[in-house]
């Protein structure tokens, strides 16, 4: 398979958006399943993939699974589904987690990463190490774009994930400062 530019991924995005919400409408009651066998099997692996990945850009990942599945209100046999209407479960909640590297959380790499203005060379923290990153370094004064820059990340996403650690720590009862040192220029 032939690896694409950010320029040929950015059109093939493009070009998928009709096919996603083709496949979004035949789902939702507008075909069956030989309609979605046909609109997948005129698609190649990377345009399959595309359409993933576009998919999955259409949806919200803090809204609830019954606000996103609020459309539908019976399983494959005819039963409602109350279940899934009632959840207040996130779609992020939801969302399976990559298997973690080595034995989880890496101390001493999250720990690099931090204390390097430029980050740590060569330091790839998963998933849980960075949000453990990002909730030690703004505890620690780190404004988001600092952190943006040790971490690989941008300055949204460092944030994002400091709205959502803030969030479970006080929803956990755990102490969060009102305002972190070197955070007032980022409260936007």
């Not at 083709?22 to 046909?38: C, P």
């Not at 919200?60 to 209407?85: H, K, M, N, T």
């Amino acid at each position: 398979m032939k690896r694409l530019t950010t320029q040929d991924r950015g059109d093939l995005a493009e070009e998928m958006l009709p096919v996603a919400a083709r496949l979004a409408t035949i789902v939702q009651g507008d075909g069956g399943v030989q309609d979605v066998e046909e609109l997948l099997g005129k698609l190649g692996q990377q345009e399959q993939i595309a359409l993933l990945v576009v998919l999955a850009g259409l949806v919200d990942p803090d809204r609830s699974v019954g606000a996103l599945l609020g459309w539908l209100d019976f399983d494959e046999y005819g039963a409602p589904i109350e279940a899934v209407q009632a959840g207040r479960r996130t779609l992020r909640d939801l969302a399976e987690e990559p298997p973690p590297r080595g034995a989880g959380v890496d101390e001493v790499a999250v720990e690099r990463a931090l204390s390097h203005p430029s980050g740590a060379a060569g330091v790839r923290l998963n998933r849980d190490e960075r949000r453990l990153a990002v909730d030690r370094g703004v505890r620690r004064g780190l404004t988001y774009e600092q952190l943006a820059e040790r971490l690989g990340l941008n300055r949204e996403a460092v944030k994002a994930s400091w709205l959502r650690s803030k969030a479970r720590a006080q929803a956990e009862g755990r102490y969060v400062p009102a305002q972190p040192v070197g955070q007032i220029s980022n409260v936007a």
